[in-house]
């Protein structure tokens, strides 16, 4: 196949979609020519789109080498390391296109995503009332919104949102997930308003336009094959594998459940580094039947594991989390919310590593699940009350298991006794880690971190006590939940 030819194959499958062709395509081009620009180009947008922003990175790095004034790269580089919360380099990138393209719409609104971001909306609502960005432009009115809604300038938010729903180019069906985007942060402002009626109709409203097919018997069945072949006898230290001198930290609990607040205070400690949401485990998960060239699926794949195929997955891990960055010194703490399906896998390839499992009220936990944006590819399973409480009757059921299978050591977290006694159950969270007490962990929300999660609006301020028995506005609405 000639260069031209891979090359219009390759823009064909990225504009379809396809990324799995895309990938093998691009993966076969930089084997042949690794700088090639088109090919790293794509599998920087690939790896970002996956959540592997240090893949991404590294790809990007080559076009950048070869073409440093290239836009498109440019943006794409601003984009990984704003998926890495790294908002000072995204700002410097920034200007870096701004030096060579001053008239450029799409830097100012980057721009002003990235400061609101990092919890500075007043400067962000300045960049977007620039005349340079058009009015009526939606991606301006998203971050407009929600720099309202920081500010605590909720009727003014609505206003932005109603305007752009009103918006001719959100009526296609292409457009149904920026829909979505704009009805979540209306949802938002009405629950901080108490209009609770309205917040719940926008929220149900917003997952009726980004639902996907949800099967809650393969949910159960998942969970059971995972509690059958996870038991403690296949959970044990093989013999020949050595464990890494590396700490580690696995915090597992349901979505909203206080995993953010546990990490923030963990990474708040000089010795503490947060990984945040690191995606690697599950990549080794959904790769582990190829990888191990086994005619079983995952979960029960992990059963054949070799002393040697761990230490390989396990170094893999690491090296991975080296590779952005993250400080190879201190202790590693993983907040992934997919990490209580892994904790077999984890314990497999860490066996040196603590958990910490977060519990909050079913009620308030399920309440937030329903009202937050959360990936419908990765959580399709939060996009009903019905399904949320499913969930957590299988969050419950994988909690009693690994606390009777899993030979590592853990700590339960209860949300509200970190609201109620921060300082008591902070020292407890930093003894059990096995750090020295740092009075950082206590101030947690002025690390000057930038939060890449759902709760990162939240976790940038101090404790406080409104999210306890907020499912009260909304008993009406909650069903199965109340029975939790």
Same mark, same amino acid.
């Given at each position: ?29 930089t ?65 870096r ?9 799409r ?18 609502l ?9 009015a009526?432009?939606l ?21 932005v ?25 209306r ?37 059971d ?12 230290p ?9 700490r580690?930290?696995?915090?597992? %609990?349901?979505?909203? #459940?206080? !995993?953010?607040?546990?990490? =923030?205070? *963990?990474?708040?400690h000089? +010795?503490?580094?947060?990984? &945040?949401?690191?995606?690697?485990i ?17 979960? %029960?794949?992990?059963? #054949?594991? !070799?002393?040697?195929?761990? =230490?390989? *997955?396990?170094?893999?891990? +690491?090296?991975?989390?080296? &590779? ?27 066996p ?20 937050g944006?959360?990936?419908?590819r ?31 050591e ?14 008591r ?10 750090l ?34 907020r ?14």
């Open positions: 196949m000639s260069q031209n030819t891979s090359e219009a194959q390759l823009e064909s499958f990225m504009k379809a979609g396809d990324l799995g062709r895309a990938l093998q395509l691009a993966t076969a081009m084997g042949q020519d690794p700088a090639h620009h088109s090919a790293n180009m794509a599998l920087a947008k690939i790896r970002l789109m996956q959540g592997l922003s240090s893949d991404a990175q590294i790809a990007v790095e080559k076009v950048l080498g070869s073409t440093p004034d290239n836009e498109e790269a440019m943006f794409l580089m601003v984009g990984i390391l704003a998926a890495r919360g790294h908002t000072a380099q995204g700002l410097e990138w920034c200007d296109i701004h030096s060579i393209n001053p008239d450029s719409v830097c100012q609104i980057r721009k002003a995503q990235l400061l609101e971001r990092d919890g500075k909306s007043s400067k962000a300045e960049l977007l009332d620039q005349p340079i960005v058009p009526g432009d991606e301006a009115g998203l971050i407009n919104a929600r720099c309202l809604i920081a500010l605590k300038r909720y009727e003014e938010a609505i206003k949102v109603d305007e752009c729903l009103a918006s001719w180019s959100l009526t296609g069906s292409a457009s149904t997930d920026r829909r979505a985007r704009f009805l979540y942060l949802v938002k402002a009405n629950d901080l308003l108490g209009r609770y009626d309205d917040a719940f109709a926008d929220a149900k409203a917003a997952k009726q336009y980004t639902q996907i097919p949800f099967d809650p018997k393969a949910y159960v069945s998942e969970i094959q995972i509690i059958q072949t996870f038991t403690r006898d296949k959970l044990e093989l013999p020949g594998f050595e464990a890494s001198e590396h580690h930290l696995f915090i597992a %609990g349901m979505p909203r #459940s206080g !995993t953010t607040l546990v990490e =923030q205070i *963990l990474d708040a000089p +010795e503490g580094t947060g990984v &945040g949401e690191a995606k690697e599950h990549v080794i998960a959904a790769r582990l039947q190829q990888t191990l060239g086994s005619w079983v699926p995952w979960p %029960g794949c992990a059963a #054949s594991m !070799t002393a040697q195929q761990r =230490q390989q *997955l396990s170094g893999s891990y +690491e090296q991975a989390l080296i &590779g952005y960055g993250f400080d190879s010194n201190g202790l590693f703490v993983n907040k992934n919310l997919l990490n209580l399906k892994f904790l077999g896998l984890i314990a497999m390839l860490f040196g590593s603590k958990v910490v499992f977060t519990h909050r009220d079913p009620r308030d936990t399920g309440l937030s699940c329903f009202l944006n959360f990936s419908t990765v959580h399709p399973e939060l996009q009903s009350i019905e399904h949320i409480s499913l969930a957590v009757e299988q969050n419950r059921r994988l909690i009693d298991h690994w606390k009777s299978e899993l030979p590592l853990w700590m339960d977290v209860e949300y509200a006794d970190m609201i109620n006694d921060q300082d159950v902070s020292r407890s969270l930093v003894e059990f880690a096995g020295p007490w740092d009075d950082r962990c206590l101030a947690f929300y002025d690390s000057g971190r930038t939060v890449m999660t759902l709760s990162y609006d939240q976790v940038n301020k101090p404790i406080y006590s409104s999210s306890l028995g499912y009260r506005n909304y008993e009406s609405h909650l069903g199965p939940l109340l029975a939790d």
